[in-house]
C-alpha cells in the first residue's frame, strides 16, 4: 500500500483549502438561503453545524468546504442548486460505494426537519443523486453536474494536485489496485463524446481530455 508521510499530507491538505474568511463567507451564503426559505434560525443553525463537521473530516483532502465554496462561485444562487451544493457530497466515505444515496438521504431528512418545502426537497435529492453517474438531460442539472467536474479542466498544476488529493483520499487501496479502478473512471470520462453538457463549461472541454489522457498515462505507465 502506497504510505504517505505526514508533511505530504499537510501539503496535499493547503491545496485544497479555504481562502482567508472563506469559512465565515460560507456561513453567511447558508444563513442568507435560509432566511430566504423562512426557515427556524434554531433549527438550520444545527444542521449547518453538522454540515461543517463532515466537511472538515480527516479522510477529505478535495472533497472538503473549499470544494463547496467553489461550487457556489461557478452556480447562479438557485435555492435547489445551493442545498444540493452543501449536500452532495456530506456523506464521503471512499471505502464505500453508495455516498450519494446516502447523502441524498441525509439532505431529505434534514430539509424535511427544517420544513422546506417537499417539492424543493425532492429537487435537490434528484441533484444529487445525478452525481452518480454525472449525465443528465435536465438543464439545470447538467449544469450542477458540469459545475462539479469544473476541476477536471482546471490548469495542469491544480489538476495535478488534484489527482494526488484523490489518491489520498483513497490511500487505503493498495497501488495496483487503485490505479486500475482509477484509470477504469478516466477511460469512463474520456469515452464520452462530450464531459460537459452546458455551453457555460464547454471551454473546459480540451483542457480536461488534456488532463485526463495526462494522468491516465502515468497511471498505465510501466513501474
Known amino acids: 500500500m502506497l504510505h504517505f508521510v505526514g508533511s505530504s499530507e499537510d501539503s496535499m491538505r493547503r491545496e485544497f483549502q479555504l481562502s482567508n474568511g472563506g469559512r465565515q463567507r460560507l456561513i453567511g451564503r447558508w444563513n442568507a438561503l435560509c432566511s430566504s426559505l423562512g426557515l427556524d434560525p434554531d433549527q438550520h443553525f444545527s444542521v449547518l453545524d453538522d454540515l461543517l463537521i463532515r466537511y472538515t473530516e480527516p479522510q477529505r483532502y478535495y472533497h472538503n468546504l473549499a470544494h463547496l465554496d467553489a461550487l457556489l462561485a461557478l452556480l447562479p444562487a438557485q435555492p435547489h442548486l445551493e442545498l444540493a451544493v452543501w449536500f452532495h457530497d456530506a456523506v464521503y466515505d471512499p471505502t464505500r460505494t453508495d455516498n450519494e444515496p446516502q447523502s441524498a438521504r441525509l439532505a431529505e431528512q434534514s430539509l424535511q426537519r427544517l420544513g422546506v ?107
Open 117 to 223: 418545502a417537499p417539492a424543493l426537497i425532492q429537487r435537490v435529492v434528484g441533484l444529487i443523486l445525478a452525481t452518480q453517474h454525472h449525465r443528465s438531460d435536465d438543464l439545470e442539472t447538467a449544469l450542477f453536474l458540469d459545475a462539479d467536474l469544473a476541476i477536471l479542466g482546471a490548469e495542469a498544476r491544480t489538476y495535478r494536485a488534484y489527482a494526488r488529493a484523490i489518491r489520498l483520499e483513497y490511500a487505503w487501496l493498495p497501488e495496483a489496485l487503485f490505479k486500475e479502478r482509477r484509470a477504469m473512471v478516466i477511460r469512463q470520462f474520456l469515452s464520452r463524446e462530450r464531459i460537459y453538457q452546458t455551453a457555460g463549461f464547454a471551454g473546459l472541454e480540451q483542457p480536461a481530455r488534456n488532463n485526463l489522457q495526462g494522468e491516465l498515462a502515468a497511471l498505465v505507465r510501466p513501474s
